[in-house]
């Protein structure tokens, strides 16, 4: 896990890379991990570690998911999409966003039926094996969600982040059976279903935050107000402009588009005046990788021309 820096990368190629290698171990430990589990449950007849088991398998489609959307993003514009792919991320993550959701709502209807299971009694004390598994599956699964959301934080991919808060979502899962085993190996059994209406919640809050964060990107959201304030600080630090006539931004996927205006001296020829916008257009791109594309409008400013 050490291999994931911490320096943002934007390189569509490296983004692909990196997404591809940490589903890939996702998709190993989910595979495992979801298998000792089934075991574990069966053995230690305990119904929460079952399904917790079957939470984990989820893991593997979604962790399939992200490298599916993921690369399809990394895709080079073509004829039929000439501003590129990066959308395609924003589809998987509502994909997984609803993946999340239906997750969290099979946590929270098992919880209400096992309620009324152990308020009639009929909740069973499962076997000490399904303890350990629980806390096992709460350590791997937190150490998955750390690895996975520092990769999307590097690579600002929202299947990333989605993929990391899946695995959240199944060490709060574990975390809520393993309190519900104790609690039933003590004498309240409907310690269990508590704790997974409790989780249900989190993870019905979670996966609304993924689908709207992915909502912005597709809608052409503007960027926040730091990298806004950022652009405008480089643009009005170019030699040559005089003023900022306009600045808008929109996300596009993982990248931005941003659109700028400025005045410049009127008494410029038309070369003087495109090599200033060329220069805030290469500012703007070299210093903030995360725009894909700045497009730099040319206004005659009169106020030196009137002096």
Known sequence: MRDIEQQAIYDSAEIKRVAVRVSWVSIIVNTLLSLGKLLAGLLAHSGAMVSDAVHSASDVISSGMVMFGVSMAAKAEDASHPYGHERLECVTALLLAALLFVTGMGIG?????????????QLAAPGLLALWAALLSVAVKEGMYWYTKA????TNSGALLADAWHHRSDALSSVGSFAGILGARLGW?????????????????VSWDIAQDSFDKMVDHACDEKTVERIRETVCATSGVLSLDDLKTRRFGSKS???????????????????IAQLVHDNIEQKMPEVKHCMVHVNPNFSLAAE
Do not use: M, Q, T, W
């Open 189 to 205: 059994p409907i310690l269990d279903p508590l704790a997974a209406l409790v989780i249900c919640c989190f993870i019905l809050k």
């Open 257 to 275: 588009y941003v659109d700028v205006e400025i005045g410049v001296d009127s008494r410029l020829n038309i070369v003087e005046a495109h090599n």
């Open 151 to 154: 990769a999307a934080d590097r």
């Open 109 to 121: 209807l098992s919880g209400i039926r096992n309620i009324s299971l152990a308020l009639d009694g």
